[in-house]
Every structure is written in C-alpha cells, then in structure tokens.
C-alpha cells in the first residue's frame, strides 16, 4: 500500500540501500495509521487467520516453538499469532522503529506476552543466528523489499531444517480492488507524478510463478501458493485518513504535489477518492468496500 520512488529496473540494478532508507521513512511517518485503521478495526483479520492455520499445521506447537515475524508493521500477524499460540515465542520485526513501538503497544493492549518486538531489516537479519526459528512469516512486506531474494535467503539462514516460510501478498491488480482504486487516485491527482513505482507495486507478485522459482532459488523446497479472500470495508473518512490523511499511505505523494503548487491537493484528493469509489461501484453510502484477491506462499527448509 506504500509507494517508492520509480526506477526503472532494465536501466541499472537497484540501489538497495537507498529504496530500503525510503522505506523505512515511509513506515516511520506512516505505521500508526495502519495501527488505528487496518488493526484496530479489524482489517488484517483474513490475512493472519490464514497464516495462524497454516503455522498451527505445520509446526504442531504443543510442545513450543519460535516464529520470527518479518515486516510485522505494528503487529500483524506477529500479535494474533502469539495470542493464538500461546507457547510459542514471537521475535517481531520491522525495518521502521516507529513500527516496533507499534507492536509492542498493541502486544500489552491484547495482554499478549510472547511477542517481543525488535528492529531488523528482513534483507539483512543482523544478530540472528542459523538455524534458531521453527517458522518465519512475512505478510503483505515482500513486494516491498528492493532484494527480496536476499530477504528470503536470510529466511533459510535463520529457519530450523524443518522449519516453515510464510508469506503473503496481494494478488494481481485485476483482483485487487484496493489497488485499483489507489491507482486511479493517484493517476488523477498527480499524473506520471502518481504513477506506481516499478516494481515495487503491492501486486508485483501477482503473477506466483516469479516468487515461487524464487523460493526454490533461495534452497527451499516445497514451495506452493494459495489463493484466498481479503475483503476490506472502510467509512469513508477512514479510508481519507488512511491513505491521505497527516500519516496517511500517500501523504508523501500529497506534500510533493502541495510543494509543487497544487495548494489546494489536502482538500482536492478526498474529492477524487470519493468520485473514483463511486465510479468503480465500491462506495455504498459512506462505506467503501473492497475485494481482494490476496496469495500465500509457503515452503519448508
């Protein structure tokens, strides 16, 4: 749902570091709004009961185990699955130290105590050793990452022989209307300005056949891909707050343009979200609802 800056990935490699410092900005300023909206409301719900089930299965936790949550943003799924594994121990991670302050606070409002949040950067899992995790799971982060192979290279390091990798992502853009509707938002308001970055869209790996010769490419094996549900429903004015709203996902985008001299885009932009919803047939009322398309991927060390 957050945007990077656009470079084009046939005129050089990717300056890993540079995309990465953007995304840890985006998140700094951005992670309490998906706090308040997305989690407090509910909205990540079909994503982690997904990942619970399949971590639950896999790994038969009666006994224990270790999950290490990457890209945890303020807490899910690392704090539903500690809630609902309560002998598990959880290390969340995220790259934004804002996002880590998130989890905790949501961790001790659940009265949660396995969850123990700390930052890391999932492309360079710094201070964690091989071979110490029963699971790793990494929901809606991956498109983000500029080196995801590293990132699931570093996943195989610190995975037990055994051990299971999970991760979700949205599906591709004609399944997701989510996307859909930010997409047009953007493209009206900012023109090539607003235009998705390459590739580091939410639906970059819409298509599942990249990702998966990609986990085979990091040493996994096993590697499969499910598609499932993730509907979202927002009142409008919380859907303005979380993606243009002062922390909100594209507020970033609206500073660039008020720079620029659209001085009135604050007030401009909630009107183009409204006339976008209403034409795509996604608002009832004060009500914007979305079907998505979502895809997990999972293999085993």
């Not at 700094?28 to 009961?49: K, M, Q, V, W």
């Not at 598990?88 to 996002?99: F, W």
């Not at 929901?139 to 390091?157: C, I, N, T, V, W």
């Not at 949205?170 to 930010?182: D, T, V």
Request: aromatic share 8%.
């Amino acid at each position: 749902m957050h945007r990077l800056q656009h470079q084009h990935p046939d005129e050089h490699p990717p300056d890993v570091a540079w995309l990465t410092a953007q995304s840890k900005a985006h998140w700094d300023r951005s992670s309490t709004s998906y706090a308040e909206i997305l989690i407090r409301r509910g909205l990540t719900e079909p994503n982690f009961r997904q990942v619970i089930d399949v971590v639950v299965k896999h790994c038969k936790p009666d006994g224990g185990i270790r999950v290490l949550d990457l890209a945890s943003n303020a807490g899910s799924p690392a704090v539903p699955l500690g809630k609902a594994i309560p002998n598990a121990t959880v290390v969340a991670t995220d790259l934004s130290p804002a996002s880590v302050s998130l989890i905790s606070e949501y961790a001790a409002s659940e009265g949660v105590t396995n969850v123990a949040a700390q930052p890391a950067d999932a492309q360079h899992l710094q201070g964690l050793d091989d071979n110490t995790f029963d699971a790793v799971t990494c929901s809606y982060g991956l498109m983000f990452m500029p080196d995801h192979q590293k990132a699931l290279q570093e996943a195989h390091r610190v995975l037990k022989l055994g051990g299971l990798y999970v991760a979700t992502v949205w599906g591709p853009l004609e399944q997701y209307q989510f996307g859909q509707m930010f997409s047009e938002v953007a493209r009206r308001i900012a023109g090539d300005q607003g235009a998705p970055p390459s590739p580091y869209t939410p639906w970059r790996f819409g298509n599942p056949l990249q990702l998966l010769q990609d986990l085979k490419g990091a040493h996994f094996s096993n590697a499969h891909c499910t598609a499932y549900s993730h509907p979202m429903t927002f009142p409008f004015a919380d859907l303005v707050a979380f993606q243009l709203g002062p922390n909100g996902q594209s507020r970033s985008l609206l500073d660039k343009l008020k720079a620029n001299g659209m001085e009135n885009i604050y007030e401009e932009a909630p009107q183009v979200m409204r006339a976008v919803l209403t034409e795509q047939g996604l608002l009832h009322g004060e009500t914007a609802h979305f079907e998505n398309t979502a895809l997990m991927f999972t293999a085993v060390k």
